[in-house]
Nanobody, 122 residues
Framework: QVQLVESGGGLVQAGGSLRLSCAAS????????MGWFRQTAGKEREFVSA????????YYADSVKGRFTISRDNAKKMVYLQMNSLKVEDTAVYYC???????????????WGQGTQVTVSS
């Protein structure tokens, strides 16, 4: 069982930056692929980014490619999402996710965090 806790959300102006963090506990963090999703009211949760267990491969939704960067520190059991050039449409609750493969974490993650709110103002 893996527990995931996100932090780093907040209010930022358009064009600004935020870094989200996700702390993992329980389980062997280094075996999990990790990901980020986001959700706005009335919409389905959508994939944002993923990183393989060894950080060799990264994946991004087209909407964030070139602006967001995912990374991980297996020694600290942390995964990060650096978000630059934020847009109003990036406003959402952001969720950390874990899975046994990148395919799984990008589609049906095994574990979820509780989410952190990101609000981008114009």
């Amino acid at each position: 069982q893996v527990q995931l806790v996100e932090s780093g959300g907040g209010l930022v102006q358009a064009g600004g930056s935020l870094r989200l963090s996700c702390a993992a506990s329980g389980g062997t963090f280094s075996i999990y692929a990790m990901g980020w999703f986001r959700q706005t009211a009335g919409k389905e949760r959508e994939f944002v980014s993923a990183i393989s267990s060894g950080a060799v491969s990264t994946y991004y939704a087209d909407s964030v490619k070139g602006r967001f960067t995912i990374s991980r520190d297996n020694a600290k059991k942390m995964v990060y999402l650096q978000m630059n050039s934020l847009k109003v449409e990036d406003t959402a609750v952001y969720y950390c996710a874990a899975g046994y493969s990148t395919t799984q974490v990008m589609t049906v993650p095994r574990y979820w965090g509780q989410g952190t709110q990101v609000t981008v103002s114009s």
